[in-house]
């Protein structure tokens, strides 16, 4: 009766490493399969990024010819302007820019300062809202926040 029960149970383990073994190749024939799938798509991702930066780069170069020659031109634009237009250098000319670029310039005091200087001079209230055409009791306020 042992050996009966020890054939079926070396049988059942010759059996169990086999399927073992079975699924251990069909896993990796799947990750084989999938490593080349995974590889296909990245290649054709990839074919797909540099398609479209040659198509960026043609455009770029075209796009540069054209700013080339459009500066070339302005700047020939610019050098006919530059000799047609002469510069006056009249020191007289000149003079009369400086002249005309000088401002009159006037100080005026502001009426807290007004106010402040009437009142230490001695002035009433009244007489410094009379003297500066402004209320009596703005110059009052004035008078509170500075003193």
């Known amino acids: ?10 049988l059942l383990h010759v059996i169990s490493f ?4 079975h699924l251990y190749v069909t896993n990796k024939q799947k990750e084989h399969k999938d490593y080349n799938k995974i590889t296909q798509v990245f290649d054709t991702y990839l074919q797909e990024i540099k ?3 040659n198509r960026l780069l043609s455009y770029h170069k075209e796009r540069q010819g054209e700013t080339v020659e459009a500066n070339k ?4 634009l610019t050098y006919k302007s530059n000799h047609l237009l ?11 820019l400086i002249n005309n670029n000088k401002t009159n ?13 009437l009142y230490q001079s001695g002035m009433d209230v ?7 055409n402004c209320g ?8 509170k926040f500075y003193s």
């Open 136 to 143: 009596k009791t703005e110059a009052e306020l004035i008078i």
């Open 51 to 53: 398609d479209e930066n």
């Open 18 to 21: 086999y399927l073992i073994y």
């Open 86 to 96: 002469q510069p006056k250098t009249d020191s007289n000319h000149l003079t009369d």
């Open 73 to 76: 031109e302005q700047e020939q």
């Open 105 to 117: 310039d006037s100080v005026e005091t502001s009426i807290h300062a007004k106010v402040l200087a």
């Open 1 to 10: 009766m042992t050996f009966f029960l020890l054939t079926i149970s070396f």
């Open 126 to 132: 009244e007489e410094i809202a009379k003297k500066l």
